[in-house]
Nanobody, 125 residues
Framework: QPQLVQSGGGLVQPGGSLRLSCAAS????????VGWFRQAPGSEREGVAL??????TSYADSVKGRFTITRDIANTASLQMTFLKPEDTAKYYC????????????????????WGQGAQVTVSS
C-alpha cells in the first residue's frame, strides 16, 4: 500500500525555522508532483508549495522567499520553513499526485492521490 509518512513540526518562536519531511513508501516520488498544504483551525486547507515531476516549483504568495520545497534521492520530500510567523500556525500535509504542473493547477486537492498524516506547526512566543 503506497503511503506518505510525515515527520517534523512542533513549536517554534516567531522568526524561527522548522523542517518538515515526507517519506514515501510504495511509490517513486520522482515521478509525482509533490505538494504541501496547510490547514489552520477554522480555515480551509490551502496550498503552500509544490515541486512538479519536472523539478519546477511553485509557492503561495504568503510563503515565497521563506519556504523551500525539495525532493531528495531517498524518496523523501521536505519543506524548509524559515522566518516563521504566527500566521503560519497550522497542520501541514504533504501530498503526491500524478499530474504536470501548469499555472495554479497544483492548488486543486483532487489532483493528489496520496496524502500524509499531517504535522502540527505552531509559531508562538
Amino acid at each position: 500500500q503506497p503511503q506518505l509518512v510525515q515527520s517534523g513540526g512542533g513549536l517554534v518562536q516567531p522568526g524561527g525555522s522548522l523542517r518538515l519531511s515526507c517519506a514515501a513508501s510504495g511509490l517513486p516520488l520522482g515521478g509525482f508532483a509533490v505538494g504541501w498544504f496547510r490547514q489552520a483551525p477554522g480555515s480551509e486547507r490551502e496550498g503552500v508549495a509544490l515541486m512538479g515531476n519536472d523539478g519546477r516549483t511553485s509557492y503561495a504568495d504568503s510563503v515565497k522567499g521563506r519556504f523551500t520545497i525539495t525532493r531528495d534521492i531517498a524518496n523523501t520530500a521536505s519543506l524548509q520553513m524559515t522566518f516563521l510567523k504566527p500566521e503560519d500556525t497550522a497542520k501541514y500535509y504533504c501530498a503526491a499526485g500524478h499530474f504536470t504542473l501548469f499555472g495554479t493547477n497544483w492548488l486543486s486537492e483532487w489532483r493528489y492521490n496520496y496524502w500524509g498524516q499531517g504535522a502540527q506547526v505552531t509559531v508562538s512566543s
